[in-house]
């Protein structure tokens, strides 16, 4: 019995032995082996903390997962640990992400980048961008070349007709063109469209002719500055627009003599004016496309980037459109308005004085109007339209006229052409008046 035991014994330990010899490397084996491991993989497992992963190490069938494209940034990093490809493709898609802001006071402090669009003029990309793109590439260089095209055109034009007008000798008979009501209308319109042309001017353009001269410092104030003021002044724009156009809409309404000045060009291309009324066909086309149309265009979208519309310009993609619109109309009202202004001081003679005093001669309504001075003429109009006496007509002192003495007259200097440029006042009859009982 013990030999059995002692036999089984020793068997057992011989096969301890062999199992133990076959699976412990020898020490050549085991130096081989180490040497055989790269030293970056050592390097890597010597140094503690967080490791980034290799590219190589990257397991090739992560992106072969049907749910690769739709997984949210949790998911992701369990495949590719590191990759927040999903978190920033909801950023740059316009996912609204979590703000401690409110809502009522920032709509838009979730989103950090805007989502994907297309402007006019523009490629498919961010909607910061897209803005971006149509100012820097359309609005500035197709803006100032046109303005720069109608200050030429209007040197041309000066060049090869000169002053208009002049033609007829003065009579010394004032009519009433312009009221004090609508001159001043006119002047505050004018002033605040000089101030926010001359802005928007600056704002836009000056970084290209005057920021070099002047340097960064005192160009950064000044636009600062003009951009205050053009705020400011665009309220009074805009009251000023809406008084403009209610005044004069009126006498801007086409009729069959404005289609035969267009068709004559207005006699720009002869000697005489094409007859029209209080206004000809091309100061009715200023009116309507040069002042009523981009006019209120630019005040709407004023009012949106001045944030004065409820609704409106809480948001990028609102002020976005709304400078587009306003730079757009602006630059088209600032080209035409130059060929208003140029014609009401140095293009036309005695254009300037009409806004000015409000009266023009006899002479200048015939030969710049002749409809509109024969409609004074025939009685129709009246000559004096306000109160304010006109300045070149001078009454004699009022006399207390006796029974049976007849009163004291103004006569005009020609009786047959006079159609009571005067007012009627006690103690005085209108000359023409007079002048027509003797004929």
Not at 185 to 196: D, K, P, R, Y
Not at 428 to 434: D, K, T
Request: proline content about 6%; charged content about 15%; glycine content about 12%.
């Amino acid at each position: 019995m013990k030999a059995r035991l002692s036999l089984l014994l020793g068997g057992l330990l011989c096969a301890l032995s062999a199992v133990a010899g076959a699976t412990t490397p020898s020490a050549a084996d085991s130096g081989a082996t180490a040497t055989a491991q790269p030293a970056v993989v050592l390097a890597q497992a010597a140094a503690p903390g967080v490791q980034s992963a290799n590219i190589f190490e990257v397991k090739p069938a992560a992106s072969e997962d049907p749910g690769y494209a739709t997984q949210t940034n949790g998911e992701r990093a369990k495949v590719q640990p590191g990759n927040n490809a999903p978190m920033w493709r909801q950023v740059g898609g316009g996912v609204t992400g979590y703000s401690s802001l409110p809502v009522t006071q920032a709509p838009e402090a979730g989103n950090l980048i805007q989502p994907f669009v297309q402007y006019p003029g523009s490629r498919v990309t961010n909607a910061g961008d897209a803005w971006r793109q149509v100012r820097n590439q359309w609005i500035l260089p197709y803006g100032g070349s046109l303005l720069l095209i109608a200050l030429l055109a209007l040197g041309i034009f000066y060049k090869a007709k000169g002053q208009l007008g002049g033609h007829l000798p003065d009579t010394g008979r004032k009519i009433e063109r312009f009221t004090p009501f609508e001159r001043a209308a006119h002047w505050a319109n004018a002033g605040a469209f000089t101030v926010l042309a001359v802005s928007g001017i600056v704002m836009a353009f000056g970084k290209f002719f005057i920021l070099p001269v002047i340097g960064g410092t005192l160009f950064g104030w000044l636009t600062y500055a003009l951009k205050n003021m053009h705020n400011f002044v665009g309220p009074l724009f805009a009251v000023s627009l809406v008084i403009v156009l209610v005044t004069f809409v009126k006498d801007n309404i086409a009729n069959m003599a404005d289609f035969v000045w267009l068709k004559r060009a207005g006699g720009m291309l002869g000697d005489h004016e094409v007859p029209s009324h209080r206004f000809n066909a091309g100061e009715k086309g200023m009116f309507w496309w040069g002042v009523c149309v981009p006019g209120l265009l630019v005040v709407a979208s004023g009012l949106v980037l001045n944030k004065l519309v409820p609704g409106l310009g809480d948001v990028r993609g609102d002020m976005q459109v709304a400078h587009m619109v306003h730079a757009t109309a602006s630059i088209i009202m600032m080209s035409i308005l130059v060929g208003h202004i140029y014609m009401g001081t140095v293009g036309v003679k005695g254009a300037y004085g009409a806004m000015k005093t409000g009266y023009v001669d006899e002479a200048w309504a015939k030969e710049h109007h002749e409809l509109w001075y024969d409609d004074i003429k025939a009685g129709k109009i009246p000559a004096q339209r306000s109160q304010a006496t006109p300045p070149a007509v001078v009454h004699a002192p009022a006399k207390t006229a006796s029974v049976g003495t007849p009163a004291p007259i103004w006569r005009a200097t020609h009786e047959e052409d006079c159609f009571c440029v005067c007012r009627r006042s006690a103690g005085f009859a209108c000359a023409g008046q007079v002048a027509g009982s003797q004929r």
